[in-house]
C-alpha cells in the first residue's frame, strides 16, 4: 500500500501522463449538434469520453497509474462502484498484473461483469455496511497490492488531466477560446485534471462541476470553502458519481481553479442520456450526462458563451437505459 | 439538374474532398473493445461514422458535392429514406442554399423531423406507388434546383472516399496494414468510396460490402459481375440500406476492388446494435450495424485476421432501439 500520497500534478506531470497514454488510450472526439444547440441557446460541445476504453475517463487515470509503477510490484487493488474498476482492471491486464476490485454489491450488473471479465477479482461489499476503506486496505496489505486511489492520487489526476490537454486542441479547433467546460464530478479527480490542464493550455476556458441533486458535495464545498460531505444518501441513477466528499488533492485545485458547482436532478440527467442518444449518438450513463444536462437545462445558471460539456462514461445497463428512452423518447 | 454524370472519382478527388471536408466534417474515431475482439475471434476496428454531423457517414459526401457546386445555384434537391437527406438538408443550410428532400412517407419519424428541422422542404411520396426518382427530377426540372444523388456522383463518392482516407491512417496507427474492411452497403457510395481511397492509401486492406438478407443486390452483382437488382421487398429494419441495386458508378468500382459481399438477417443487425450499445457506446441504427453483425457472426466467411468495420449511422428511433435492447440485452 502506497503512503506518499504526493501533492497534485503540475501541467509537467499532465504531459507526461500524456506520453504514457499516447498511442494507447482513445483521443475522443468533441462532437456537436446544431439540436443541442437549440435547446442549450448556445454552442454545445460534447467530449465523447463514454468512447475512451472501457468506457469511460477513467482508463486515462488508471493507466497513468498504473503505467507509471515500478518494476516488481506485485498486483494492484482499487475500490469502484464501477468505471474506475473497470479502468484498474484492464490497465492492470494491459501490464500483465494482478488485479483486485472492490466493488459495492449493488453496482450495475454490467460493471461488476466487466471488471471480471477484464481478468480482476471482485469483492462485493455492502455499500451500508463494512467499512469498504478499511477493507480494501486489509486487502492490499494481506497481498502486498499497490491501491490505486479513484481521485486523490497525483497519477490519476494526471492522467484524468490528459482529457483536459484534448479539450484545448479540440476547442482551439473549433474556435472556442473562451467559454464555461461543464464536468461530472464525482471525487473531482477529473475536474481537478481539467482545471489544471486548462489553466496551462486554454485559460479562458473555465470549468465548473455538476453532481447529482443530493450528492452536490462539491458544489457545497467550493461555496464553503471548505470540504463539506454529503450527510443523506437519497436513491439516484447516477451511481458513478455518488462520492461521499471532494477529495484532498482534488478539493484544493478545485478551489483554485473552479467556478460553482451545479446540481441537476435524475430527471433532467436521464433527459440529458435521451438527448445524447438521439443527437450526438453517444451512449451515456445517467452520471456521465449530469453535465450535459446542466448545459441544457441550466442555462439561466451559466455565463453567455459556448459550453463544453464531458460526457465522462457510458457503462449503463440495456434495461435502464431502454426505460430512459421509453419514458422520454428522443426529444430533450 | 445535372446531366453530367462523371466517372467514378480518382484519388486526387477524395484528397480534393478532403480538403473541403477538413475542418467541416468529424474525424470519426476507430473504436474496438476486447469483448468484441472475443465474440468475433479476431481483432475488431469500429470507425464510428454514426459520430459525423447528422448522424451518418451521408454528411461527407453530401458536402463534398455541395461545396463544390458553383456559384449561383439556386438551390439542391435529393431524394433519400433519410441519412442522405439530413446530410444533403445540413450541406444545403452550411452554403446558405435552400433544399428539398424526397422522402418516403414511412422513413422513420427521427429522419422525417430531423431533415424538415435542418431547414429542408420534406416532400413524401409512396414507396410502393408513384415513381419517386421521376417526381425528384420533375421537381428539380421545375425549381431548376441541382440534384445531389445518393451514390452515383462523383463528387459524392469522393465524399464517402474520405473516410478511407481517415481509416488507412487510423488502421495503420493501431498497427493494421492487412485485413478486411466491411462496410454497410446502400448503392455502393461508401464502399466505393473506400475502395477507392484505400487501393490508394492502404491496399492490404480489402473492401467487402455488407447488406441485409434479401436486399443482397451488391453482393449478387458481385458474384454474378453484372447488376443485379432485388426482386421482392420483404420487411427490414434496416431502412437506410434498402436501395435497389448497386450504381452505375459503383458497381464498377466494386466489382474492380472489393471482396465477395456478405448477408446479414435483421436479428443479427439488432444483436450488433446491442453490441455497439454496450462495447463501444455507440448508437447504431439497424443498417449501420450490419457491418459489425458480419464481423461478429459470419466470422466463418472471412479471411483470418483483422476485420475493420464501418458503423455508418446511427438515426434510429427511441422506440426501436428501445425495443431492440429490451429483445437482445446487452451480450451479442
Not at 38 to 44: D, H, I, L
Not at 121 to 149: K, N, P, Q, W
Not at 190 to 195: K, N, Q, R, V, Y
Request: aromatic share 4%; with cysteine; proline share 7%.
Amino acid at each position: 500500500m502506497r503512503d506518499d500520497v504526493r501533492g497534485a500534478p503540475d501541467i509537467g506531470a499532465i504531459e507526461a501522463a500524456a506520453g504514457r497514454l499516447a498511442g494507447t488510450a482513445v483521443v475522443t472526439p468533441l462532437l456537436s449538434s446544431p439540436f443541442l444547440d437549440e435547446v442549450a441557446g448556445r454552442p454545445v460541445h460534447v467530449k465523447a469520453e463514454c468512447l475512451q476504453k472501457t468506457g469511460s475517463f477513467k482508463f486515462r487515470g488508471a493507466w497513468s497509474a498504473v503505467s507509471a509503477l515500478p518494476e516488481g510490484v506485485r498486483g494492484v487493488i482499487a475500490c469502484s462502484s464501477g468505471n474506475h474498476a473497470q479502468g484498474v482492471a484492464l490497465a492492470a491486464r494491459m501490464r500483465g498484473l494482478p488485479a483486485v476490485i472492490v466493488m459495492p454489491a449493488d453496482a450495475p450488473r454490467t460493471k461488476r461483469e466487466n471488471t471480471a471479465a477484464l481478468g480482476a477479482e471482485v469483492v462485493l461489499h455492502d455499500r451500508t455496511g463494512e467499512d469498504r476503506d478499511a477493507l480494501t486496505e486489509r486487502l492490499a496489505s494481506e497481498r502486498g497490492l499497490h491501491l490505486v486511489r479513484p481521485f486523490d492520487d497525483a497519477d490519476v489526476i494526471a492522467g484524468q488531466g490528459t482529457c483536459g490537454l484534448e479539450i484545448a486542441v479540440q476547442a482551439a479547433a473549433a474556435g472556442v477560446s473562451t467559454g464555461t467546460v461543464l464536468t461530472c464530478c464525482g471525487g473531482g479527480g477529473l475536474t481537478a485534471g481539467l482545471a489544471l490542464a486548462l489553466e496551462a493550455r486554454a485559460p479562458g476556458l473555465r470549468v465548473r462541476p455538476v453532481e447529482p441533486a443530493g450528492y452536490d458535495d462539491a458544489g457545497r464545498s467550493l461555496a464553503a470553502g471548505t470540504i463539506l460531505r454529503n450527510e443523506a444518501a437519497p436513491p439516484s441513477i447516477c451511481d458513478a458519481i455518488l462520492t461521499p466528499a471532494p477529495g484532498r488533492l482534488t478539493f484544493p485545485v478545485m478551489r483554485r481553479l473552479c467556478g460553482p458547482g451545479l446540481a441537476v436532478s435524475d430527471e433532467e440527467a436521464g433527459r440529458a442520456v435521451a438527448a445524447a442518444f438521439s443527437r450526438v449518438k453517444l451512449v451515456l450513463e445517467p452520471g456521465g450526462a449530469v453535465a450535459l444536462a446542466a448545459a441544457l437545462f441550466r442555462g439561466d445558471a451559466l455565463a453567455p458563451g459556448p459550453v463544453i460539456v464531458t460526457a465522462s462514461g457510458g457503462n449503463v445497463d440495456a434495461a435502464l437505459f431502454a426505460d430512459i428512452l421509453t419514458r422520454y423518447g428522443d426529444r430533450p
